[in-house]
């Protein structure tokens, strides 16, 4: 029977709410052992395409061709995604984040959206509370680590120039000299993202680094520091690098900003998780003394695209930078919880009830199981490297990410990076597995990261296990061509 509707139709959304639990379910189903990557992927992306239609075909049927050309979609929410240090979706989060869907609650204040404020505003406190920061601080759920860098940078650029007597939200940065931002080579571009967002310029991060891997010389910041006088200043630390996951000296560096009058902004986009176990607490003790803290949801929270959070620990410093003052809009006075002042995001997804709902789920303690677990796989992938004789581990594995190389025995230094290169390619078009390329000390290196609460002991093997074969393979392809 012919479409006789052009727009949408209630009678179909009973089909569309079917068709789709049938097939999320049968696609999670088979998530623990499917390839994360088909070989017909980038040729079913490319199939997507024409003219806008004048007439539409409606839900069920736009909906079946969308999953048409699922080929095309990557697992990366399954066990053997190891790139951008991507978590998956426990149970709880899944549920929750499917039901804010369905309420679209615009979770921006109390009048319009009480539970899921209410919500958020839990949420927060109990992860201040996970990782042992004291619960008075304030918070708000971002989008991801970039936007949480950016309000916790953005209370420390507010900070900034109330001590150089300018208010920049309302006056902006005229008359004002350059703000001072010091950092270690292991600075994240999501945090020279926020600063050039924030007016205050990815030039203007000093990276004080001690050797090629870019940890910190903390003299140097501490001869910066006292140079200054007592003038502001912000810092950086980093609570888990990208390439091996190292940490720089959160407490040591706390205790330097605390010394000559800096702010200290921790990014703990997965590193703060350490804080979590009491077998890597260590890595990031100091946190406690900084003055902004961030980290993502959507890596070891384990909850779905696209979740962040950022602690502050002077509330009062986040408001005015995101105010947003409407006669429709509640009261800057409003004792409710709201966070259309609290972070960049006017209109806002309830991402609240994925978050709380994951945490009533398993708690502390479930969340303790997940990082030891991760911690433990991340030393028998370090271990199975180190036995292979045509591996090459390149860092120390503090955390969850292993940082290694193919470098089989009869190939030269100076041919390793672009025989990695290839190899790096080679896995992710194999799509057994997939893991990340990157540049550790001057050479191309892969780091798996392990964050996804599915992934089991046979999924870290077939890292080892893919590389090597892989590797030999476009080893011998490059020695033939050669010949």
Known sequence: MAREAAGPDRDELGEVLRLVSTEAERYLAELDDSRVRMAEADEAAESVGGDLPEKGNGAVAALTELLGHSAGLIASSGPRYFHFVTGGVTPAALGADWLATAVDQNNGD???????????????????????????????????????????????????GLRQGVDIDEQGFAGLPRARVFASGYVHPSDTKALAMLGLGRDGVEQLSADPAGRLDLAALDTELRALGGEPSIVIASAGEVNAGDFDPVDAMADLANEHGAWLHVDGAFGLFAAVSPRTAHLSAGIEKADSVIADGHKWLNVPYDCGFAFVRDPTLSGPTFALNAAYLPSPDDPHPGFFSKGPESSRRARSLAVWATLRAYGRAGYREIIERHLDLAQRLAARVDAAPDLERLGDVPLNIVCFRYRPPDVPEERLDELNRQVAAAVIEDGRVIFGSTVYEGRVAFRPAIVNWRTREEDVDLIVDVTREVGARVGASLLSAER
């Not at 505003?121 to 201040?128: D, E, G, N, T």
């Not at 309000?151 to 900034?160: H, M």
């Open 110 to 160: 109390w009048g319009g959206a009480p539970l899921t404020a209410q919500l958020e505003a839990v949420s927060i406190r109990w992860l201040l509370d996970l990782f042992g920061l004291p619960t008075g601080w304030g918070g708000v759920l971002t989008t991801g680590a970039t936007m949480a860098n950016f309000v916790g940078l953005a209370a420390a650029r507010r900070w900034w």
